[in-house]
């Protein structure tokens, strides 16, 4: 869920829209299921929080993008299609530059 032992909740939530759907496959790194399942009370609490996100992430619709961010978006990526096409369609020298590497 997260890498280096981040907060199982919060990876949960993040992932895209959809994605978790009532399921969640975790692998533990061996020395992690001792701590997470090694005594009964911790255990429980281990899953409680996997499976509060997992229903929270499932059932909540997922937050709508600000228009603000959107507006952002567009605008990267209008930059980066110029970019795209000034480097590799309007100038002369990259098809000969790619086929040389």
Same mark, same amino acid.
């Given at each position: 869920?997260?890498?280096?032992?981040?907060?199982?909740?919060? @990876?949960i *939530?993040?992932q $895209? %829209?959809?994605?978790?759907n009532g399921?969640?496959?975790?692998?533990?790194?061996?020395?992690?299921i001792r701590?997470k399942?090694?005594?009964?009370?911790?255990?429980?609490?281990?899953?409680?929080?996997y499976?509060s996100?997992?229903?929270e @992430?499932? *059932?909540?619709? $997922? %937050?709508?993008p600000?228009?603000?961010?959107?507006?952002?978006?567009?605008?990267l990526?209008?930059?980066?299609?110029?970019?795209?096409r000034e480097?590799v369609?309007?100038?002369?020298?990259f098809?000969?530059?790619f086929?040389?590497i």
């Open positions: 869920v997260g890498r280096g032992g981040g907060p199982a909740r919060a @990876a *939530l993040a $895209p %829209p959809g994605s978790v399921s969640l496959r975790v692998t533990e790194q061996g020395e992690m701590f399942f090694g005594l009964p009370e911790i255990a429980q609490r281990s899953m409680e929080i499976v996100a997992v229903l @992430a499932t *059932l909540q619709p $997922p %937050p709508q600000k228009k603000a961010w959107r507006d952002q978006m567009n605008r990526a209008d930059r980066a299609l110029t970019s795209y480097q369609r309007e100038n002369p020298d098809v000969p530059y086929r040389a």
